[in-house]
C-alpha cells in the first residue's frame, strides 16, 4: 500500500514537474518569440520629446510659443518629489522596487476592480511599461502589445535608472487640454510652476492620466474630485504625506484656471501678431517645420513691445481715417441667426464663437457686439464682455453714424456683428458713448528698423492680425513708385554726378511696342534745367527718367539689386520710377543702407537663438555679413566719457561720400519738398516719398542717424485711392508719430559726414556755385569729394527732344525768368514759356 502510495505521488510530482517545465518552456517560447525584432531601447536614454518653443522681447519676456504639443521639458532634478510621488501613487506605488514589471501590483489591481467593481482602480501597467506603450509601442490592447511591453519594460529597466524613467515619464504623458507633461499641465490648470503646486493640486495633476476626457475640470468635477481624493490617500498610505496633510488638502475644493480660479496663463501673453508669425515663418525656413514646433527654441527677438504698439496704432490711425473718410460701412460681414437673438445666454454663445478680430486696440479695446435692435435714432447692442445692466449702457445713438451715407436701418440689420469701442474724452478719460468702428478694407504696412544692426524693433503687416494673417511688410508685391527714385540718383552720384548737376525737366515722348508713351511729374509742372538735388526735393519723374537714360538701365539695374531692393529688376525706364514690385521689408533695408553711410546691413526679427540645453544656434552678430567687435569693450582704463569702439566687417556697397550726398538730398524731401510740412522730428531726418500711377500705393520711407522706418498704402487688390491720396498724406503721418516716439526712446543726432567730403555753396534752384558766405533760402551747402573738380554748367537731357510749348516755373511755384550759364559761359535767360527754341535736346546747356 505505502509503495502504491509513493508511486501516486512520484506520478503526481513528474506531471506537475513536466506542467512547470512545459509553462517555463512555453512562456520563455512566447518571449523569445515576441522579444525579437523589437524597438530598441537604447534610444530612450538619448530621447527628447517634443517642447515649446519661446519667443522672447528686448527685455526678456514671453511674446509668443509655438508647438505642436504644448510642452514644457523639466530635468528629474527639477520636478519636485511631491509631484513624483503624486503620480507614483496614482500609476504606480512599486515603481522603485520593480524590475519593470509588477505581479504583486497586477494582482492588486485585479483586486481593487473587484472590490470598488470597477471604480477608483490603480492601472496594472507599471510606469515603466507605459513608457514602453508611449514611446516604443502602439496603444492597442492585445496580448501581444502587451508581452512586448512586459519585455522591453525588463530592458529598460537594467539600461537607466529609475530617475531617468520617471522623466521620460513624467515630460511625455498626456494630461489633457493640449498639455504635454507635469510643467505645461501645471501651467494650463493653476498658472503655476511645479515648485508652487500644494499636495492636492499635483494629486490633481496624477488623476489626469487615467483618462484625461473623463476627467475634465469643469464637465466632470465631482468625478474629477473623487479620483484626486483617491490620488491623496495612496499618497498617505505610501508615506508621502501625513495623515494631517492629508485632512487639510482632502477638504480643499477642486480649483483651475478652467473654473474660472486661475487667471489663464495665456492672458499675460500678448495677442500673435504679425512680428512673431514672421519670426516663426523665418525660422521654419531655416531650421525645418518640424525642429521648430518641437525643438524647445528659446528665440531672443528684436522686437521692442512698446514701440511695435506704436506702429500698429500709427498706422491703424491712417488706415481708419481714410476708411471713415469713405463714408461707406461694410462691418465684419458675419452675422448671428435671429433665432438665437432672444436668449442672452444664446448670443453670448453665438459671438463667442463668430471668428472676427479681436486684436484691436486704438484709442480704446474694440469689442465684439451683435445689433439686437435697430431703431430710427439708436441702435441697441449686445456686447462682448460687457452686463446688459452696464450703466454706460449698451446702445449707439444716431450721432454716431454721421460719417456713414444713410441711416441705421438703412446699413445694419438684427443679428450683424459689428464692432464698437467706448468713445471717452480727452482730459478726464469720462465714458461718453459706444461707437461703432469697422475694419477698413484698405490695407497697408509699417516697419522700422536699427540702421547699424539691421534690428527690427516693429513690424505691422496689417490693420489686424486676427483679421488678416497676410503680412504685407513681408510677403506683399507692391511697386514702390518714387520711394525708388533715391537708387537712381545713388547709381547717378556713384557715376561720377554731383548734386548740383542739372538735368532738363520737360516733357518727352518715348516710342514703346504699346505705343507713345508721355510721363509726367505728379504737379504737371515743369523747372527746366534743375540740379539733381531740387529733382530729388520735387519728386521730378521726367528727371528721373532722362537721369536713368543718361547713365544706363543697366547700372539702375545693378544698383538697385545690389542694394536687394529687387533680384531681377527689369531694364525698362518705367522702373525708373518704381514700376517693378517689391516689398516693405526689402525697400526699409535698402534705406538703411543709405543711413549708414554705405555699409552692408542684413536686417533681422531675431538676435538670439538658443536650443533645448541652452546652447546658441544662430547669434546675428556673429552671422556672416554682420560681424561687429568690440574691441575694448574689456578694457577698464577706458577713459570716462569715451565710447568703446565697434569695428565690423560689412561690406561696403556704396561710397561714403556718395551716402551722405544722397542723404543730404533726401534730407531737402523733410526740409522743403514733397514731404515739408508732414515731417518734423526736431532731429536732422531724410526720407521720400512715393505714389504709384492712380495712387494704387503710396509710400514714406524716411530716417534719422540711428532708425529707418516707413509705410505703404493700398487695397490687397490694387485699385486707386483717390485724386487726394500722396505718401506725404497718407504714409507720411503714420511715419511721423510713430519716429515721435522712437526719437524720445533711442535719440538722434547729425548724420556723420565722411572725411572725404568738401562743402561748396551752391544755388538749389539754378545748380550754380556761390560764394562761401551767400545765404538766402536758395543757398545749400554742398557736399562733392575732395580731389575732384566739380563741373558747373552742364546739362544733361537724355537726349531727348521736348514736347511743344510749356510753363516753365520755379521750384518755389513762381514763374519768373532765370538765368543760366551756358557750357560756352555766355548767361542765357530761360523761362518764363520755356519751348525746343529754347531748350535744345542736345545738351546745348
Not at 517689391?582 to 531675431?606: C, D, H, Q
Request: glycine share 10%; proline share 5%; aromatic share 10%.
Amino acid at each position: 500500500m505505502t509503495r502504491f502510495i509513493l508511486s501516486f505521488l512520484g506520478g503526481i510530482f513528474s506531471i506537475v514537474t513536466m506542467g512547470v517545465m512545459m509553462a517555463a518552456l512555453t512562456i520563455g517560447a512566447v518571449f523569445w518569440m515576441y522579444g525579437r525584432d523589437l524597438p530598441s531601447h537604447e534610444s530612450l536614454a538619448q530621447y527628447t520629446p517634443p517642447t515649446i518653443s519661446r519667443i522672447y522681447s528686448q527685455e526678456g519676456r514671453v511674446i509668443d510659443e509655438f508647438a505642436q504639443e504644448r510642452r514644457l521639458f523639466t530635468p528629474a532634478a527639477e520636478i519636485p518629489d511631491l509631484v513624483k510621488q503624486a503620480f507614483i501613487s496614482a500609476e504606480d506605488k512599486n515603481f522603485y522596487t520593480h524590475q519593470g514589471y509588477d505581479v504583486r501590483g497586477i494582482a492588486a489591481a485585479a483586486i481593487d476592480a473587484v472590490k470598488t467593481r470597477g471604480r477608483d482602480v490603480r492601472g496594472a501597467s507599471t510606469i515603466t511599461q507605459q513608457v514602453m506603450k508611449n514611446f516604443l509601442l502602439s496603444g492597442d490592447r492585445r496580448a501581444e502589445r502587451k508581452i512586448k511591453e512586459i519585455i522591453l519594460a525588463s530592458r529598460v529597466e537594467a539600461a537607466l535608472s529609475k530617475e531617468k524613467i520617471l522623466e521620460l515619464y513624467l515630460n511625455e504623458i498626456f494630461l489633457g487640454q493640449n498639455s504635454y507633461g507635469v510643467t505645461a499641465a501645471a501651467q494650463t490648470y493653476f498658472n503655476k510652476a511645479l515648485s508652487e503646486l500644494a499636495p492636492h493640486e499635483a494629486a490633481f495633476l496624477a488623476s489626469m492620466p487615467k483618462a484625461p476626457s473623463d476627467y475634465h475640470p469643469v464637465r466632470n468635477k465631482e468625478r474629477l474630485q473623487a479620483r484626486r481624493d483617491y490620488v491623496l490617500r495612496e499618497m498617505r498610505e505610501n508615506g508621502y504625506i501625513t495623515d494631517e496633510v492629508y485632512e487639510h488638502e482632502v477638504a480643499q475644493p477642486l480649483r483651475s484656471v478652467q473654473n474660472g480660479d486661475f487667471e489663464p496663463y495665456y492672458r499675460a501673453l500678448p495677442p500673435r501678431d504679425y512680428f512673431t508669425d514672421e519670426i516663426r515663418r523665418q525660422l521654419t525656413k531655416d531650421f525645418g517645420e518640424g525642429e521648430f514646433f518641437s525643438g524647445g527654441f528659446s528665440v531672443r527677438a528684436t522686437l521692442d513691445p512698446e514701440m511695435q504698439l506704436e506702429a500698429a496704432r500709427s498706422l491703424r490711425m491712417s488706415l481708419e481715417q481714410y476708411d471713415r473718410g469713405l463714408g461707406r460701412w461694410h462691418g465684419t460681414g458675419k452675422t448671428i441667426d435671429a433665432d438665437r437673438l432672444g436668449s442672452e445666454e444664446d448670443w453670448r454663445a453665438a459671438l463667442a464663437d463668430t471668428s472676427v478680430a479681436r486684436d484691436i486696440d486704438l484709442e480704446s479695446q474694440w469689442l465684439p457686439a451683435v445689433v439686437l435692435e435697430v431703431g430710427d435714432q439708436s441702435m441697441r447692442l449686445g456686447i462682448e464682455g460687457v452686463a446688459t445692466d452696464d450703466p454706460r449702457g449698451t446702445s449707439v445713438p444716431r450721432a454716431d453714424i454721421s460719417w456713414i451715407k444713410g441711416s441705421f436701418v438703412d446699413n445694419f440689420e438684427r443679428g450683424d456683428v459689428v464692432h464698437v469701442r467706448e468713445m471717452t474724452e480727452d482730459g478726464s478719460g469720462s465714458f461718453i458713448r459706444w461707437t461703432l468702428r469697422q475694419v477698413p478694407r484698405v490695407q497697408g504696412a509699417f516697419m522700422a528698423m536699427d540702421v547699424n544692426t539691421g534690428r527690427v524693433i516693429s513690424m505691422q503687416g496689417g490693420f489686424s492680425y486676427q483679421d488678416s494673417v497676410f503680412n504685407r511688410a513681408t510677403q506683399a508685391m507692391r511697386q514702390p513708385g518714387s520711394s525708388f527714385k533715391p537708387f537712381v540718383y545713388a547709381a547717378a552720384l556713384d557715376s561720377g554726378y554731383a548734386p548740383s548737376t542739372i538735368v532738363i525737366d520737360a516733357p518727352i515722348e518715348i516710342d514703346t511696342p504699346q505705343g507713345v508713351w508721355r510721363p509726367k511729374n505728379s504737379s504737371n509742372t515743369y523747372y527746366g534745367p534743375t540740379p539733381l538735388r531740387t529733382g530729388i526735393e520735387q519728386s521730378r519723374n521726367l528727371m528721373t527718367i532722362r537721369l536713368a537714360q543718361e547713365i544706363g538701365m543697366d547700372t539702375v539695374g545693378r544698383y538697385a539689386e545690389k542694394f536687394g531692393v529687387y533680384d531681377h529688376m527689369g531694364r525698362v525706364l518705367a522702373n525708373a520710377l518704381g514700376a517693378d514690385e517689391t516689398t516693405l521689408y526689402k525697400m526699409i533695408s535698402a534705406y538703411a543702407m543709405f543711413a549708414n553711410g554705405g555699409e552692408r546691413v542684413e536686417p533681422t526679427l531675431v538676435d538670439r537663438v538658443q536650443d533645448r540645453y541652452g546652447r546658441t544656434i544662430y547669434n546675428h552678430e556673429s552671422a556672416r555679413g554682420n560681424e561687429r567687435v568690440c574691441v575694448d569693450c574689456a578694457d577698464p582704463n577706458l577713459p570716462p566719457g569715451r565710447g568703446p569702439e565697434i569695428v565690423n566687417s560689412r561690406e561696403r556697397i556704396m561710397d561714403a561720400v556718395t551716402a551722405y550726398q544722397l542723404t543730404s538730398m533726401m534730407q531737402g524731401v523733410v526740409q522743403r519738398g514733397t514731404a515739408s510740412g508732414v515731417v518734423d522730428l526736431g532731429v536732422p531726418t531724410a526720407g521720400k516719398t512715393g505714389t504709384t500711377n492712380d495712387a494704387k500705393d503710396v509710400w514714406f520711407i524716411g530716417f534719422t542717424s540711428n532708425i529707418v522706418a516707413g509705410c505703404y498704402i493700398g487695397y490687397d487688390t490694387p485699385r486707386p485711392l483717390g485724386r487726394h491720396a500722396y505718401g506725404s498724406s497718407m504714409c507720411g503721418p503714420v511715419f511721423q508719430r510713430f519716429m515721435s516716439k522712437a526719437v524720445k526712446k533711442y535719440g538722434g543726432g547729425q548724420f556723420k559726414v565722411p572725411e572725404a567730403c568738401e562743402f561748396i555753396n551752391i544755388d538749389r534752384f539754378t545748380g550754380g556755385r556761390l560764394g562761401p558766405d551767400a545765404s538766402g533760402p536758395n543757398v545749400v551747402a554742398e557736399c562733392f569729394r575732395r580731389g575732384e573738380e566739380p563741373l558747373f554748367g552742364i546739362q544733361l537731357d537724355g537726349g531727348w527732344a521736348m514736347s511743344g510749348n510749356f510753363d516753365l516755373i520755379q521750384p518755389d511755384g513762381t514763374t519768373r525768368a532765370r538765368q543760366v550759364t551756358t557750357s560756352t559761359g555766355r548767361k542765357a535767360t530761360v523761362g518764363p514759356k520755356a519751348s525746343f527754341g529754347t531748350l535744345s535736346s542736345g545738351g546745348l546747356y
